[in-house]
């Protein structure tokens, strides 16, 4: 099983920008894909950004054109920039490594966006 665990998250104010990270425990990282997803308050888990292990992405059409998924395979770890943040981003954000049948998560890290 690969651990993966968040950082990044936290309070920002609309228009402003964060960067999540998710740093993964074992090499393997390298081989899979890899995506964020994010779950606000009484709605459903949903993709947000997604990222094959050799660098090819898709995006959400909310996201489009302000966040970036990125990855080092080197130091094993994933990475989102959000830029022009929205109050509707306000959400759980979580990266998942997409291996065998159900993969892996990492236990999310809180965005809000609020003035």
């Known amino acids: 099983q690969v651990q993966l665990v968040e950082s990044g998250g936290g309070l920002v104010q609309p228009g402003g920008s964060l960067r999540l990270s998710c740093a993964a425990s074992?090499?393997?990282?390298?081989?899979?894909?890899m995506a964020w997803y994010r779950q606000a308050p009484g709605k459903q888990r949903e993709l947000v950004a997604r990222?094959?292990?050799?660098?090819?992405?898709n995006y959400a059409d909310s996201v489009k054109g302000r966040f970036t998924i990125s990855r080092d395979n080197v130091k094993n770890t994933g990475y989102l920039q959000m830029n022009s943040l929205k109050r509707e981003d306000t959400a759980v954000y979580y990266c998942?490594?997409?291996?065998?049948?159900?993969?892996?998560w990492g236990q999310g890290t809180q965005v809000t966006v609020s003035s």
């Open positions: 074992k090499s393997i990282f390298r081989i899979y894909a």
């Open positions: 990222i094959t292990n050799d660098g090819a992405t």
């Open positions: 998942h490594l997409e291996y065998g049948r159900d993969g892996s």
